[in-house]
């Protein structure tokens, strides 16, 4: 009787039983590791394309240079300067209201007294700017952090005969404004304008700190003093350092 044959397979009678693995089954069954510095200049990719996705689209740390915003933010002549986190998603849904402290970038008006702050190497320059790209160094432009007080369509003033700043007529209730610091218990900050009527797309914005504040009030020839909303860079959210100072920072609606 002739055995029945078996095509395309064997049986495990059939195998030898001390057979070396073959080529195949070793590459299978131990696949070859990468490098370990492949593994780290991955790492690093993905954490560079991460960091550009979040500093450009959902937050950025911004560090707070100057005293116009106190006692909200610091930035007063010989303490630390507060570091802020700013939301770059919540105007992807509607645009900033009334008590909102944004971050925006100057009109050219805006920019008189604005020195770069990229070196003068050619070479140095290019690595500052993937340095921003990537968050780790700030960006060469003017960026300024104020309080929205009006927004498109508002009328805003404050007239020799106001007790201070009014909105359509109406006088604003701003306890963020400290009237301890020199200058700031002065209605008006004894600088009158008014009333301006604020165009639509554009905000009139005004650091808490008035007396101390190069705000809309300067800039009255351009746009009426207002900033586009397509300038606003985001929301502050939370102050992140000093430790001390860590917190929320609100949205007050004074009107």
Not at 172 to 189: A, K, S
Not at 198 to 217: E, I, Q, T, Y
């Amino acid at each position: 009787m002739v055995a029945p044959s078996i095509v395309g397979s064997v049986t495990e009678s059939d195998a030898p039983e001390d057979s070396a693995e073959s080529p195949e089954s070793t590459v299978a069954d131990h696949p070859r590791k990468r490098p370990l510095w492949r593994e780290i200049l991955i790492l690093v990719v993905v954490a560079l394309v991460l960091s550009v996705v979040i500093q450009n689209f959902v937050g950025r740390i911004f560090l707070i240079p100057s005293e116009s915003m106190e006692p909200t933010l610091h930035g007063c002549t010989g303490c630390t300067g507060d570091k802020i986190l700013v939301d770059r998603i919540s105007y992807r849904f509607g645009d900033p209201q009334p008590g909102d402290v944004v971050v925006f970038k100057g009109p050219e008006s805006w920019n008189d007294e604005y020195r770069s702050i990229r070196s003068d190497n050619s070479v140095v320059r290019a690595l500052q700017g993937l340095g921003s790209i990537v968050g780790l160094v700030p960006p060469d432009e003017n960026d300024l952090v104020k309080r929205v007080v009006a927004v498109g369509g508002q009328t805003v003033q404050c007239l020799s005969e106001d007790e201070g700043l009014r909105v359509n007529g109406k006088p604003l209730t701003e306890p963020y404004v400290d009237e301890r610091i020199p200058g700031n218990g002065i209605p008006c900050q004894g600088m009158y304008f008014g009333p301006v009527t604020v165009p639509d797309g554009n905000l009139w914005v005004m650091g808490d700190n008035r007396a101390h504040s190069k705000d809309s009030r300067f800039h009255l020839e351009d746009e009426h003093g207002t900033v586009p909303i397509d300038n606003v860079i985001g929301k502050v959210q939370l102050i992140v350092l000093p430790f001390s100072r860590w917190g929320t920072v609100s949205s007050f609606d004074p009107q």
